[in-house]
């Protein structure tokens, strides 16, 4: 995909003050729905990666409480939010790539814009296709890392910019704010296909019952929220490496866990944790499940590019729903 020209120069400009040379090459990274990713390449053969939060970088259609940050499952738009979130994480030991540059203030183009290291290597997902046994290493690391991030208490939940600058949330609990998301989320989906329609009943009950067992909890601890294999790179000495951190939250950790789980499947097992809430477990699979048939579903309704690949998110994630009220 060719690269805007207010976008090059922008880019230009920050490589030559991170890198210190010409912009040679710029490539745009797959996998970002909200921002731009793109790795710069000067002439001496630096790298770097630059995000850019732009607009016309967010293939999702706008929807009403984009911007509302005290709504924990808000979209996860911006520099302060991934500053806040970078932060965190590397307070805890988690590694994170490096930040080179920022800038919030039009120095070098329109848009807020980070640069950050370019991790050398591959993302966990490639890693344990091409080779799971070298990825079992990386897994083990991962799990030190989820550690440091779930042994991490917070007295409220919500995103880290907004509890670690004293806001607060909406809702009365996680599993309420789950459940407010999953019977939007059930409304969208059954209003764009016609199986979760005719199931409609019958999923908002399972979801209602479900929610209603959960006993209440008082502390909550950092989840990144969407901690798939490919939000995981593997940098030269086999740590794992967190990347699109905007999401992260303070939130229940059985949230990180079932999504690791939809996630990885069988590689999850090194990454299981004693101790975990069943109930909440249950309501966020079900969650989770409509979260993952909806947001795909609402995401084509835009121009996203990889089409194919969505609708087959949305196919999968909406027939596991279903069987979880046969």
């Known amino acids: 995909m060719a690269v805007e020209a207010t976008t090059r120069a922008q880019l230009a400009g920050a490589a030559r003050a991170v890198l210190g040379g010409r912009l040679a090459a710029v490539e745009r990274l797959a996998g ?8 710069l390449v000067t002439d001496d053969g630096s790298t770097a990666v630059a995000y850019r939060w732009a607009d016309a970088e967010n293939y999702w259609p706008a929807a009403e409480g984009d911007d509302d940050l005290a709504d924990p499952f808000s979209p996860g738009l911006g520099l302060g939010l991934f500053e806040a979130a970078h932060a965190r994480l590397a307070g805890l030991g988690v590694r994170v790539p490096a930040i080179r540059l920022v800038d919030r203030d039009g120095a070098y183009g329109p848009a807020d814009l980070a640069v ?3 991790v050398p290597g591959e993302s966990l997902e490639s890693l344990l296709a091409r080779d799971p046994r070298a990825a079992a290493p990386v897994l083990a690391r991962l799990g030190e890392a989820l550690a440091a991030m779930g042994g991490h208490r917070a007295p409220r939940y919500g995103k880290i910019a907004v509890v ?8 009365s609990s996680c599993e309420v704010v789950v459940l407010e998301r999953a019977l939007r989320d059930l409304a969208e989906a059954a209003a764009r296909d016609p199986r979760i329609a005719a199931a409609r009943e019958r999923l908002e009950d399972r979801l209602r019952a479900l929610a209603g067992a959960v006993r209440p909890r008082a502390e909550y601890a950092v989840v990144h929220g969407e901690l798939g294999p490919d939000h995981v790179l593997v940098d030269a000495t086999g740590r794992p490496v967190l990347i699109d951190l905007e999401g ?11 999504f690791l789980r939809l996630r990885l499947h069988e590689a999850y097992r090194p990454l299981e944790t004693p101790g975990l809430d069943e109930d909440r477990l249950a309501l966020y699979l079900l969650a989770q499940r409509l979260s993952l048939t909806a947001g795909p579903l609402r ?11 969505m609708a087959a998110i949305a196919e999968y994630n909406l027939n596991r729903a279903l069987e979880l009220v046969r």
């Open 164 to 171: 670690d600058t004293g806001g607060a949330s909406h809702g």
């Open 248 to 258: 992260t939250m303070y939130f229940d950790v059985e949230w990180e866990h079932v």
């Open 32 to 39: 970002g729905s909200k921002k731009g990713v793109y790795r």
């Open 116 to 118: 950050v290291e370019d």
């Open 299 to 309: 995401l084509l309704d835009g121009h996203f590019p990889a089409r194919a690949a």
